[in-house]
């Protein structure tokens, strides 16, 4: 069965720097471990032991690999790939597809080899770069926001939030629309609709008053674009009325979108701002306005850092820094929250809807379908690991698909919906789940001890082994121990029903 859970951890690997042309490829004859190791730091690691050949050539190997590596001697890529054989390999209980017929899906009806697309940002901003995309395998691209203002970028305009393994969590950008004219835009469209027929391209544009929503989504349909989507929510365009200003006024969002449905017959989809309490009643206005589908969600305002010295957050401009928009792993559950209040509104039935918010793996994207997510977009990841990540994103929802017995994207779309409540109020309250330590798999570090003493109920210690003991009359099943653990040593244990 697929694990939901790694086999293998990030932290098992965690000084591999996923090189570009990695040296450790070319040291080793008979296999190509950057792509192994790129497998399981993406979560992938079933389908990579899936593709290793029959017989472990690691097991009489000397390593090279280990010696080639730009850290030398950091990253224990033999004992990775033996434990790819050796554990991860014997839980394999599907074979890989032979195909990728199962990642077919569509857009409003348009066809889709599968259902990622590079989201509207600067990884989709030049003919050059979609159509790497395109040939790594990505189905499609949702280019970089198109409007006739003059664009002139901030320098620098990025800064992050970064995890103990190096991996960027949360990111920030102060960036803002295509830098392009609106004619060069739409020669590369042509270009790219020419050598690239089949591959999807949703155009994103941005007006400044209906007349030009409707203009833009007519160039846009006119020069090759498969659907328009109306980037009703960057947070670094809100001055004078635009970007995630409009998407906070539903009025605003079923305007804009009439203006530019009634310019075009391809589909349209608005994207909304999570910087609302709720994005229902923008969603509902942008069905009103005629709108096929809802994107969302783009990135959230914030603030990210001070520095302590000089006391301007980041990035610095010139001793000055601005409110920009967040993204990456970190807006994740935000993300997930409004993509299934948009699923499970009845109002928006039939609509279609392309997900997106802090996506890297495939099991981060098929949480996004099971919440009601049609298509997913992606950009922070790309901007951190390039296009390649779409190797991993295929081959891991493919084997998904294929062992839970879908018969393709489309059958998993809404599955989690049902069985998500919007309060607490709705959950059994009157059972405890204890946690069961694992006992090999224990170091003893006393992690569960802490946690449960300071911040939870007092119900575990220490014996003198430096082995963790419960106390079960004061334990309310919490789970905060299990949550701490660095060696996943504690699991959900016995049930107990309260009297």
């Known amino acids: 069965m697929i694990c939901t859970e790694p086999l293998i951890s990030r932290s ?3 000084r591999c720097v996923l090189c570009r042309n990695a040296p450790c490829d070319a040291a080793c004859e008979k296999l190509a471990p950057s792509g192994l190791l790129r497998s399981i730091w993406f979560r992938n690691e079933q389908t990579a032991a899936l593709r290793l050949p029959e017989k472990n050539p690691c097991l009489v190997c000397s390593a090279p690999c280990e010696r080639a590596c730009v850290r030398a001697g950091d990253v224990p890529v033999r004992d990775l790939m033996n434990r790819l054989y050796y554990q991860v390999k014997p839980e394999c209980e599907t074979p890989l597809p032979g195909n990728e017929n199962l990642l077919r899906c569509d857009l409003c009806g348009i066809p889709l080899e599968n259902p990622f697309l ?3 940002s600067v990884v989709a901003s030049t003919y050059d770069m979609c159509a790497r ?5 990505w189905a499609g691209i949702c280019f970089k926001t198109i409007c006739t203002l003059d664009i002139h970028e901030a320098s620098p305009r990025f800064s992050a939030l970064s995890g103990s393994d190096g991996s960027i969590i949360g990111f920030k950008n102060i960036e803002q629309l295509s830098d392009h004219g609106v004619a060069e835009n739409m020669e590369i469209f042509r270009r790219l609709k020419k050598n690239y027929p089949a591959k999807f391209i949703l155009a994103s544009i ?10 833009l989504a007519r160039l846009c349909q006119e020069n090759g ?3 328009v989507e109306l980037n009703f929510s960057c947070p670094n365009m809100a001055e004078g009325g635009l970007g995630s200003d409009i998407g906070q006024v539903p009025e605003l969002v079923e305007r804009f979108t009439r203006a530019a449905k009634e310019n075009c017959r391809i589909p349209v989809l608005a994207k909304l701002t999570p910087n609302v309490a709720a994005m229902s009643p923008a969603a509902e206005a942008a069905k009103r306005g005629g709108a096929d589908g809802i994107a969302a969600i783009n990135t959230i305002k914030s603030i990210v850092g001070v520095n302590p010295h000089t006391y301007v957050s980041s990035p610095a401009v010139h001793g000055q820094s601005a409110v920009g928009g967040y993204s990456g792993n970190a807006v994740k559950p935000i993300a997930l929250r409004f993509i299934a209040e948009l699923g499970q509104n009845p109002a928006l039935q039939g609509m279609h809807l392309s997900a997106m918010g802090g996506i890297e793996t495939w099991q981060d994207a098929a949480e996004f379908i099971l919440l009601g997510g049609g298509s997913i977009q992606i950009t922070t990841a790309v901007m ?20 839970k017995g879908f018969s393709g994207v489309k059958e998993a779309i809404g599955l989690g919906l049902d069985t998500l409540s919007s309060t607490t109020d709705a959950l059994e309250r009157d059972t405890v789940v204890f946690p069961r330590f694992v006992r090999d798999r224990c170091i003893g570090c006393g992690r569960c001890e802490i946690s449960c003493m300071d911040g939870g109920h007092q119900a575990i210690r220490l014996d003198e082994k430096r082995r963790p003991v419960l106390n079960g ?3 309310v099943g919490c789970h905060l121990c299990l949550l701490v653990c660095p060696q996943n040593a504690i699991v959900s244990g016995r049930k107990r029903i309260r009297k």
């Open 473 to 475: 009359k004061k334990c």
């Open 118 to 120: 590079l989201s509207s």
């Open 12 to 14: 098992d690997m965690i």
């Open 384 to 403: 951190q690991y390039g296009y390649r990540i779409i190797d991993d994103l295929k081959a891991g929802l493919n084997l998904y698909l294929k062992e």
């Open 133 to 137: 995309a395109f040939e790594a395998g």
């Open 225 to 227: 674009a498969d659907a």
């Open 206 to 215: 941005m007006g400044q008053n209906e007349q030009e929503w409707g203009d």
